[in-house]
């Protein structure tokens, strides 16, 4: 698996150049947020009702949708300053609620040795991405179009990958 120092050496290979690895660090989480759209990794966890509004705290990774999977008789909720309000079965006694909901991969950090969450197969997503901020369009069009073209193959191939994993909604679900 490809650690970030391995990504960071793929990209200044690729452009023949030295760069700054807190530049490209940053080019990295530029590549996520542009897949924002594509990659869904699947989380359970487990929230403990909140003591001072009574709410149980809104997952702040969530991307997409989110599922109460435990306790089995709440019938719904309503989300308000990023707190969850229950309704229905034991909504009011509930201490805790078990949740699954798709999330975006933790930042990528400067952190030579730390391993993107990206499946490693995507890897030179993160590379083609970088290597697009590192060239001028307008002095190299021919390989900026090339690097453009390689990330845009790897995302709709991520789509594909991701949207195979990603959790579906079996009941009260909030879609954002």
Not at 1 to 24: C, F, G, K, Y
Not at 37 to 57: E, H, L, N
Not at 71 to 77: A, F, L, Q, R, V
Not at 112 to 130: C, G, K, N, Q, R
Request: glycine letters at 6%; one cysteine or more.
């Amino acid at each position: 698996m490809p650690n970030v120092q391995e990504l960071l050496r793929r990209v200044e290979a690729l452009i023949d150049d030295t760069l700054d690895n807190a530049s490209v660090v940053a080019w990295f989480n530029g590549a996520q947020a542009a897949l924002a759209d594509a990659i869904y990794i699947p989380t359970k966890q487990t929230i403990t009702r909140d003591g001072v509004s009574g709410g149980f705290a809104y997952p702040v990774n969530l991307s997409g949708m989110l599922t109460i999977t435990d306790p089995t008789d709440i019938t719904g909720y309503e989300v308000y300053d990023w707190f969850m309000y229950l309704s229905g079965g034991s909504a009011e006694t509930a201490a805790t609620i078990t949740v699954t909901y798709n999330r975006q991969p933790a930042d990528v950090t400067n952190d030579p040795s730390s391993i993107p969450e990206l499946a490693t197969m995507f890897h030179d997503a993160y590379v083609f991405w970088a290597c697009m901020q590192a060239m001028n369009p307008e002095e190299e069009p021919t390989r900026y179009a090339q690097y453009e073209r390689d990330f845009s193959r790897l995302k709709a191939q991520i789509a594909k990958h991701y949207g195979s994993v990603r959790v579906k909604p079996s009941r009260w679900v909030v879609d954002r």
